[in-house]
């Protein structure tokens, strides 16, 4: 058995009975579900955050930190490392995945580019959530030119 | 990083998202929510019950299925074993969790017992889930006795 897809398989379900709930959503609809999957990221990220050892973060640099969530959050949460990290040096990070674990279930037809958005939301919430307990306050965004891959920026605020 | 309680987190969240909704159902409410919660189990249970080999699983006895959900499926989603599996020999089976994960954030009072099934649902329907792609059909239900126990009856249909 693969404990590391329960993770994977429970989101997938998540995202479908989330988005079930309002198939053809309005104006605002989708964004209605899409910010309840990032908030119940952000809840995810903030618990996972608190239990990491105070002795790791203290002192360190805003740069470190990214870092740290490029490997060891990304290691737990997606048995890989981020591919790539860049910074402008002044609060704006890209992290780039140039397969992401929970749009490879999803085929890679331009097509369904647009489907891509809903299994985004709850990472972006978790980087944030996570960032926020380590003492960040964020913005997270993400997009994809070419799946699997995506791109998440983090924009630090009062940076 | 814990990845182990990715999932439980994410249960955790899930959980309080779906009963957000609606909380304080009226007749039939509370249901529709845990019935949601296990059918989300169910279908992570059967793509689980997909990613065994084959051949593990060829001409066993149902008995040897069941025990390979309490040491296996138990593992890889809980990181232990059930504590102990009784059968009536008649197709009835009680799976007893001393100490059940999704269970042990709850506060051990008397009072919180009426809280437990939606803490269990999605579990429930992950045991169904797991023994409907091993070719068994079954009836799945949870009661807690005392917090963080509880019990799982499986009742296998056309026994």
């Known amino acids: ?16 009975e989330l988005c079930a709930h309002d198939p053809d959503p309005g104006p605002g609809g989708q964004n209605t579900n899409l910010s309840v999957l990032e908030s119940m990221g952000f809840r995810v990220g903030q618990a996972l955050g608190e239990r990491l050892p105070r002795e790791m973060l203290a002192f360190r640099e805003e740069l470190d930190v990214l870092k740290f969530l490029c490997k060891d959050l990304w290691l737990a949460a997606f048995q890989k490392q981020m591919d790539s990290l860049r910074t402008n040096h002044q609060g704006t990070y890209v992290l780039h995945d140039h397969s992401f674990p929970l749009l490879l279930p999803m085929a890679a037809g331009l097509q369904y580019l647009e489907e891509a958005p809903k299994f985004l939301a709850f990472t972006c919430g978790l980087l944030r959530g996570a960032l926020c307990t380590l003492g960040i306050e964020s913005v997270v965004t993400a997009s994809v030119a070419a799946l699997p891959g995506c791109k998440f920026q983090v924009v630090i605020r009062n940076a």
């Open 1 to 16: 058995m693969a404990d590391a897809v329960l993770f994977e398989f429970l989101h997938m379900e998540m995202v479908a």
